[in-house]
């Protein structure tokens, strides 16, 4: 197990009702921005709710609407000029993890000086943000309760994680109730990028660090079982619940700390979303076999075979056949079981001419990957996944 330091301070309310607590931003100052999607909130009653309780707690509430899945630097800049000449307290984020990403963003540049990008693409100059919130609608990125953000310049087909513990939110409302509303395609990708971000930080040759492995096989088995009832039965209130809940904890340390392999699999789709503008979660359901595939060799069948036993309930002695047939199980899973498309053309990608230069920047910066990819590594999965 390697050294880890753990402080996760966001506050979650959990369960149905629970916007209640929205009285609580008065504890940041006066002035709000509310920052949402392309409308959602509107059409399930969430933004009335909120609106109605901001306002009875004496909150000033200005808009930042109409944030992009796969949000846009341009739409981070907007609401950083409004928070400046606003002279904003804090920023409240309701949708998907789109949302949530840009209100950090968009608190981070609040106080910073230079262009909000600067703060994608060199994180260390997150020094500040705004107290940030979020009432999280779409189980699937851990936004909610994590430092990351991902925000894209189209215009240069570039998409970037950022990260900083200023950018963990003080409080986040999880309420089940508000993902019946979410379509079976991104209750699909949802639960295929909670499965991924597991995936990423359990696959590794650390051998002592039970905690966080056993923590992430009870998460793919909870996502594995809840998946399908949500995507059957929207309004499944146990399905919605433990979808929601193990999405956080996905990425937010608990299966992260003390095992530290670097992401593989997220900087591929990175590109995808990048240069095709496709469904975070659908990039990785397609990527993450063919990925399995490409690495399944001596070394790695001992690592899948144990994913095959302990999440999968697989027997049998023989390593190489166990992986073999994990991997199987998890492209039948996303493929059938979630009815997910399972190539890139199926999602719009009808040409290879960006490949190359996609796969030159994921392979960037792998090296501490459970096994490290190459540009031509990277080229081989693109295409097979094609
Ligand atoms: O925009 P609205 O109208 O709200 O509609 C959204 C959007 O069209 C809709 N939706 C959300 N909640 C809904 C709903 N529709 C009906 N009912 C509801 N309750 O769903 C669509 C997708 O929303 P989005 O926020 O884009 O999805 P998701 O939560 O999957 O976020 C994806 C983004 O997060 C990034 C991804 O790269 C991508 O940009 N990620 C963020 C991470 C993080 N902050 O830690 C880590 C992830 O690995 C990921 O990279
Ligand atoms: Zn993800």
Not at 57 to 63: D, M, Q, R, T, V
Not at 302 to 316: I, S
Request: aromatic share 10%; proline share 4%; with cysteine.
């Amino acid at each position: 197990m390697y050294n880890f330091s753990f402080y996760v301070p966001t506050r979650i309310h959990f369960g149905k009702g629970q916007i209640s607590h929205l009285s609580e931003l008065r504890d940041s100052g006066e002035k709000v921005l509310l920052v949402y999607g392309g409308g959602s909130i509107k059409r399930n009653g969430i933004y009335d709710s909120a609106v109605q309780i901001l306002t009875d707690a004496s909150l000033k509430i200005y808009e930042l609407s109409g944030v992009e899945p796969n949000p846009r630097i341009e739409t981070v800049r907007k609401g950083v000029d409004l928070c400046k000449d606003e002279g904003i307290d804090m920023v409240l984020a309701i949708g998907g993890g789109s949302t949530i990403d840009c209100a950090k963003v968009v608190a981070a540049g609040a106080k910073y000086d230079g262009d909000a990008w600067d703060l994608v693409l060199d994180p260390p100059k997150i020094k500040a943000a705004l107290p940030i919130y979020s009432v999280l609608t779409l189980s699937a990125t851990g936004s909610e309760m994590d430092e990351f953000a991902v925000i894209s310049d189209m215009s240069k087909n570039e998409k970037w994680g950022t990260a900083a513990e200023c950018l963990k939110p003080t409080m986040s409302v999880l309420d089940p109730t508000y993902t019946y509303s979410v379509s079976k395609k991104q209750t699909a990708a949802g639960t295929a990028d909670m499965m991924s971000h597991t995936f990423e930080n359990y696959f590794s040759f650390e051998e002592g660090a039970d905690v966080p492995k056993r923590f992430g096989e009870g998460l793919l088995k909870t996502m594995i079982k809840y998946g399908p009832i949500a995507l059957n039965e929207p309004d499944n209130y146990d399905a919605r619940a433990n979808l929601m809940w193990a999405a956080s904890h996905a990425i937010n340390g608990l299966t992260r700390v003390g095992n530290a392999p670097e992401w593989c699999v997220h900087p591929m789709e990175h590109e995808l979303s990048a240069f095709y503008d496709i469904t975070h979660g659908q990039g990785l359901a397609i990527l993450t076999p063919v990925w399995m595939e490409h690495i399944l060799d001596e070394k790695t069948a001992p690592v899948f075979a144990v994913y095959g036993r302990n999440v999968w309930d697989l027997t049998g002695d023989d390593d190489l056949a166990v992986a073999k047939e994990a991997i199987a199980k998890t492209r039948e899973f996303f493929f059938e079981t979630m009815e997910m498309p399972s190539t890139l053309r199926e999602v719009g990608i009808t040409e290879k001419s960006n490949f190359e230069k996609m796969a030159e920047k994921a392979a960037d910066g792998c090296e501490g990957c459970f096994m490290p990819l190459s540009k031509e590594d990277v080229m081989e999965i693109f295409e097979a996944a094609f």
